[in-house]
């Protein structure tokens, strides 16, 4: 079934590098998305991953996949004050755009 | 290029009302969605539109209803509306065939007294 666990809150030093991670359970995902959040706005499409890859790099952030221990991780790099935000992992659900999220993580970038 | 648009920004009713809210996919897309995002949640799917039919459902009840137009914008119908209804509601559009990003609306929040 779909089942997206991430933890809750990071605090992190502005300039220094944030890591989101995340776990799925359903093991026919085919894609993996992170998506920002901004206090009142929607969600932004930040960089996705296709489930037989183990990395994808765009720009400062990094995706990592761990298929063994379905674990998806999101590396900001030189986190900027703009990335204070709640970030969420989603997958793709039965190979569809139906989308399956977990409930957030929120990182709070300290000037 | 707009992005996907939503209306209206806010909505405040009062329990037993009905509700229609409102999306315009993407251009050049032509699947919605449509998400609950309730307060310190993450979104949770309703149902999907494509080719104005209904294509997957989630846990939601008859309550929720929706439509979509000849020109891909839809519309979600909440109606007997509960103080549980009281969220933000997210539209995404994709494309059906290779339809790997979905784009989100701004959304719609919805109050219900």
């Known amino acids: 079934g779909e089942d997206v666990e991430q933890s809750l809150f990071l605090s992190v030093r502005e300039g220094d590098s944030s890591v989101i991670n995340c776990t799925y359970t359903d093991s026919s995902s085919t894609y993996l998305y992170w998506y920002k959040q901004e206090p009142g706005a929607g969600l932004q499409l930040l960089t996705y991953i296709f489930s037989n890859m183990d990395m994808k790099q765009d720009q400062r952030l990094t995706v990592l996949l761990n298929k063994k221990d379905k674990h998806l991780s999101l590396r900001i790099a030189d986190t900027q004050t703009g990335d204070s935000a709640i970030y969420f992992c989603a997958e793709a659900y039965y190979g569809n755009n139906r989308l399956a999220f977990g409930k957030g993580n929120q990182v709070v970038v300290i000037p | 290029d707009a992005g996907v648009t939503q209306s209206p920004t806010h909505l405040i009713k009062t329990r037993g009302?009905?509700?229609?809210?409102?999306?315009?996919?993407?251009?050049?897309?032509?699947?919605?969605?449509?998400?609950?995002?309730?307060?310190?949640?993450?979104?949770?799917?309703?149902?999907?539109?494509?080719?104005?039919?209904?294509?997957?459902?989630?846990?939601?009840?008859?309550?929720?209803?929706?439509?979509?137009?000849?020109?891909?914008?839809?519309?979600?119908?909440?109606?007997?509306?509960?103080?549980?209804?009281?969220?933000?509601?997210?539209?995404?559009?994709?494309?059906?065939?290779?339809?790997?990003?979905?784009?989100?609306?701004p959304g719609t929040r919805l109050t219900v007294l």
Not at chain 2, 82 to 90: Q, T, V
């Open chain 2, 17 to 105: 009302q009905q509700v229609t809210l409102r999306c315009s996919p993407k251009s050049g897309h032509d699947t919605v969605s449509w998400y609950q995002q309730a307060l310190g949640q993450g979104p949770q799917f309703i149902f999907q539109y494509y080719e104005e039919e209904e294509r997957q459902r989630g846990n939601f009840p008859d309550r929720f209803s929706g439509h979509q137009f000849p020109n891909y914008s839809s519309e979600l119908n909440v109606n007997a509306l509960l103080l549980g209804d009281s969220a933000l509601y997210l539209c995404a559009s994709s494309l059906w065939d290779g339809g790997d990003e979905q784009f989100f609306g």
